[in-house]
């Protein structure tokens, strides 16, 4: 997910420091629940450019508490795919 994201490398706490092959599990913003993504804690990563609707976020189907909050999402459309999480 983090590849399909267009965010600010200076400004970001979060999405800088996920790393490929480590556990997803420990990574800052993010919690699971019995190996599953329960909650994803995006805000304030100078995320822009939107989500498109492909984007992996829409395939966690354990998560309960999404913030997308304090990003540059201004005049971008709502993906139609977010009506698959629950």
Do not use: R
Request: aromatic share 12%; net charge positive.
């Amino acid at each position: 997910m983090k590849n399909s994201l267009v965010f600010d490398t200076a400004t970001s706490k979060k999405l800088v420091k996920w790393k490929n092959g480590s556990d997803y599990c420990s990574w800052e913003g993010v919690s699971c629940k019995k190996g599953c993504v329960s909650n994803l804690d995006l805000s304030s990563e100078a995320i822009s450019g939107g989500l498109d609707n492909s984007s992996s976020l829409f395939g966690l189907k354990s998560i309960e508490n999404l913030n997308l909050a304090f990003n540059f999402f201004n005049y971008t459309q709502i993906p139609s795919e977010f009506k698959q999480l629950t």
